[in-house]
Structures are given as C-alpha cells and as structure tokens.
C-alpha cells in the first residue's frame, strides 16, 4: 500500500480520521475498512482523544460506499464479512464529517455517528437496491430508527438519493454548513460537548442507544441506573460542588466520552 488509506491526526483533542482514496470517492474496500479499524483502536489508546471525527479526502465525497469491484467478484461469505467487519467498528466513531456525497456504505458509516454535519450541497442515499444489494452496514436498522419507517421504507427501497438540506429537515443530519465552514462545525460542537463531564457523557450516550432499543419502562429503568452511576464517580462531586460553589468545574481526565459504557447498571 503505497498510501495510508485512513489518515490519522489529533486537532484540539480530538482524533481526525480521513478515508484516503479520492480517486474512487473513498469507496470502502476490505483494506480500508481493517486500516480504519486499526486508527480507530489507535485513537482510543490515546489519552487526550477525547472524540473520534471521520472524513473523507477531497470534495466530492465522504465516501461512495462499498468497494463494488470487490462486490462483484466476492463471494456471498465473502461479502457477509465484510459487512460484519463494518458493522463492528461503526460505533467507535462521534462525529461524521461529511465532505460530499455520502452513498451506501459511506452513509451507514455516518448513520453509526452521534453527530453528523454535512456540507451543503453533498447528496446522501442508499442506493444498494439499484444494484442488487442490501444496506448491510447497518442502514436497515439505523436509518428508521433516524428518520423513522415511513421516510427510511421510501429511500431504502428506491435507492434515491436526498441533498444535505433535505436530510437535515428530515432528522437524518444535525446540520448543514458551507464547506468552509465544515471543520469548524464540528470542533465547535466537540468543544461544546466536552464542556459536561467526561463519565456523565459516556453513560448518557449509552443510555439513548440501549433505550432506544428498550421498552419504554426498561429504558426508564436504565436511565435511572445510569443517574445512579453517575452518583458514583468523582466528576458528579466534582459538578454538583462546583455549581454549588459557583465556579467552573475541574472534570476527572480518566475517562473520555467514547469509552465503553458498562453493560449493567447499579447492583441491588
């Protein structure tokens, strides 16, 4: 590989990763999705990464989708772990910047992110349909749970594709800014983010994605054990004595906002 296919950097605490092949519209080949994977694990190792951001090289694309030159010789196992593969490392990333036209796989990628932020005029879509395919990324089950069955049923099963403003009206992207602006967007948002502590950030981002999975009454549940683990760390003394004191308060750097969560809630 005569080229990173994922670049790495760390910009004011937060690790920047850049799908890197713009001549294919950073279409997601095995090899990229592994290296990703790799920077992915590199970012969490390191301390002072408070959040992972993904874009893509250039401007035409965040990311085409699936590599369909490998589809098209690739064996149906073949294919199912390369979804796989996709799908396990999609939730390790916060922040989608979204640089262009973001289709198929490079949409479910996106759709995996707490927040995602568009540049004007990018276009979005799964057109997986159109080509005998599946969303198999996750956008089958994330996208309705986004913008909801009816809206995720039409563009699933048409294959259109929808421009950042119309996304954006519809739920599917937080906002939409000028191109110029999309790097600043995001770090503005981060830096506002960061502002709550560290662990309270971590076990409330996991309480929206497991609760949206739950019954409303366990999802309730959930969310008071996590109120209550929360008790439990020294960013919530450090936070309800600061407000009391009025003054700023000093969070614990221990833990950033995407560590893992834990799996259960308060012992009884």
Same mark, same amino acid.
């Given at each position: 590989m005569s080229q990173a296919e994922v670049q790495y950097r760390i910009h004011n605490g937060n690790a920047w990763l850049t799908l890197n092949n713009e001549c294919a519209r950073n279409a997601l080949s095995p090899e990229m999705l592994r290296e990703l994977d790799a920077r992915l694990d590199q970012a969490a190792a390191v301390p002072d990464a408070r959040s992972v951001v993904l874009t893509g090289a250039g401007e035409a694309a965040f990311s085409a989708g699936a590599d369909i030159a490998y589809l098209s010789a690739a064996a149906p196992a073949e294919v199912r772990a390369y979804a796989r593969t $996709?799908?396990?490392?999609? %939730?390790?990333? %916060?922040?989608?910047?979204?640089?262009?036209?973001?289709?198929?796989?490079?949409l479910e990628i996106a759709e995996a992110c707490t927040f995602r932020i568009a540049v004007q005029g990018a276009r979005l879509g799964h057109p997986e349909v159109r080509i005998g395919a599946v969303a198999g990324f996750g956008g089958t089950s994330r996208l309705p749970r986004l913008v909801g069955r009816t809206r995720a049923t039409e563009l699933l099963l048409t294959g259109d594709t929808i421009t950042a403003e119309e996304a954006l009206t519809m739920g599917l992207i937080h906002r939409a800014v000028s191109a110029d602006m999309l790097h600043s967007a995001c770090e503005e948002l981060l830096t506002r983010v960061h502002a709550g502590a560290p662990h309270a950030l971590r076990l409330t981002r996991d309480a929206l994605q497991r609760g949206m999975e739950l019954p409303l009454d366990a $999802?309730?549940?959930?969310? $008071?054990?996590?109120?209550?683990?929360?008790?439990?760390? $020294?960013?919530?003394? %450090?936070?309800?004595?600061?407000?009391?004191?009025?003054?700023?308060?000093?969070?614990?750097?221990?833990?950033?906002?995407?560590?893992p969560a834990p799996e259960k809630g308060i012992a009884s």
């Open positions: $996709a799908v396990a490392l999609t %939730e390790k990333i %916060e922040v989608a910047a979204i640089n262009g036209h973001a289709l198929g796989g490079g $999802a309730l549940r959930l969310g $008071a054990d996590h109120f209550g683990l929360a008790a439990g760390a $020294a960013d919530f003394r %450090e936070g309800t004595a600061a407000f009391l004191a009025k003054r700023p308060p000093q969070w614990a750097q221990s833990q950033t906002a995407h560590d």
